[in-house]
C-alpha cells in the first residue's frame, strides 16, 4: 500500500546545521528504502514564504501570496513509500528526523486504476 508522509513543522525551528544534519539523516533513509523498493519519492518544500495558493470562487481566480493556512506549523516536505501497512509506514515516519521536533502526518493514496498519462487517453 502506497502511503504519503507529510512533513509539517515551524519553519524557524531549526538552525542551518540541524537542517543540514536532517537533510543527511533523511537522504541516508531514504537510499535505505529505495534498496527495499519501498521509497517512491520525496522532496523538502522550499519556504513558505513562497507559497502561492490559488481558489477559484465563481469561475474566477483568486491568486494570494502566502500558503493556504496561516499556522505555527507549515508543510515543509514529504515521503511516498509503499509498505505493507500503517504500521510499517508509522515506523518508517518515527524514524523520520523532523518526527522530533514537529510532525509527520501519515496518509494513505487513493488507489486509482493505472492510467497511462503519456498515450493521450
Excluded at 79 to 89: G, Q, S
Aim: with cysteine; aromatic share 6%; charged share 25%.
Amino acid at each position: 500500500m502506497q502511503y504519503m508522509l507529510l512533513i509539517y513543522g515551524d519553519e524557524k525551528c531549526w538552525t542551518e546545521a540541524e537542517r543540514e544534519q536532517c537533510m543527511l539523516e533523511s537522504m541516508a533513509i531514504c537510499d535505505e528504502l529505495a534498496e527495499q523498493g519501498k521509497w517512491l519519492a520525496s522532496s523538502p518544500l522550499c519556504s513558505v514564504s513562497t507559497a502561492t495558493s490559488l481558489r477559484i470562487r465563481n469561475g474566477k481566480r483568486l491568486i494570494t501570496d502566502g500558503p493556504f493556512a496561516e499556522t505555527a506549523e507549515q508543510l515543509g516536505g514529504y515521503y511516498i513509500i509503499d509498505v505493507e501497512d500503517l504500521d510499517e509506514a508509522l515506523a518508517i515516519a518515527a524514524r523520520l528526523p523532523p518526527a522530533q521536533k514537529g510532525t509527520v502526518e501519515v496518509r494513505p493514496l487513493f488507489p486509482l486504476p493505472d492510467r497511462d498519462c503519456h498515450s493521450g487517453s
